[in-house]
Every structure is written in structure tokens, then in C-alpha cells.
């Protein structure tokens, strides 16, 4: 019996371990659409300021894929874009562009938050990690 107590508990232990397997390294670079907005759903800038003008200008857009918009956390979609340089994506939401709008209407935005809140969303940290 205590032989079987063993298997029982190693069988518990492999079965805990496959299903945390999902939470993490592999799920934090998910692969389809609805893991990539379950992901962006969940980030927050770190710093809080910076995560109240996310809240309340960025994030709409950037957990939707109807708004066209790189989902926060999608490391591919930003990448494309960061070939352009960080400077270019800065003056893009700044000035606007395509369907962004200016300052992704974020009024008291600096060049300085949107630079942040562009890394964030690009995953390159800088204005914290994901809080919840």
C-alpha cells in the first residue's frame, strides 16, 4: 500500500506540474488571437501614473484587434513596427496615424509618457512589468 501511495503521489505531482506548465515561459509568448487579447488583457504598467493614462488612452485599443491596433504585449506585431526605429513610432502617436489618433487621446500625454507607454505595450518594459 505504501508503494501505491507513492505512485499516487508522483502521479498528483506530474499532473500539477502539466497543468502549471501553462502559466509559464510558454504562455507568456502566446500564439493565437484569443491568447494574445487573454494576454493583453492582463498587463498593466508598473508605474502608476503611467498605468492610469494606459487605463484610460491605450488600452481600448490595444486589446481589441478590431482597433488594427498591436495588442499590448505582442511582441511580433511591435516588432515589425520597432524596425522603423522608436523615435518614428513616438512621433506616429503623437501626430497620429492611420486609425490612431493623436496622442491616442491621451491630452496630457508628454513625448516622454508615450515613449514609455510604447515600450510597455512593445514589451520592453521600461514603465513596469505586467502586475496582475
Not at 105 to 117: E, Y
Request: glycine share 12%; charged share 25%; net charge neutral.
Amino acid at each position: 500500500m505504501r508503494i501505491k501511495g507513492r505512485y499516487a503521489l508522483l502521479a498528483v505531482g506530474v499532473g500539477t506540474f502539466l497543468a502549471l506548465s501553462g502559466c509559464g515561459p510558454a504562455s507568456a509568448h502566446p500564439e493565437t488571437v484569443a491568447q494574445k487579447v487573454a494576454w493583453a488583457e492582463t498587463l498593466v504598467p508598473g508605474d502608476a501614473r503611467l498605468a492610469e493614462m494606459y487605463g484610460r488612452s491605450c488600452r481600448g485599443c490595444h486589446i481589441t484587434p478590431d482597433a488594427k491596433a498591436p495588442l499590448a504585449g505582442d511582441k511580433t506585431a511591435w516588432d515589425l513596427r520597432f524596425e522603423q526605429g522608436l523615435d518614428v513610432l513616438v512621433a506616429h502617436a503623437r501626430d497620429g496615424f492611420k486609425n490612431m489618433p493623436p496622442r491616442g487621446q491621451c491630452l496630457d500625454c508628454t513625448d516622454d509618457d508615450l515613449k514609455h507607454l510604447t515600450l510597455f505595450m512593445a514589451g520592453r518594459g521600461d514603465a513596469g512589468e505586467k502586475t496582475q
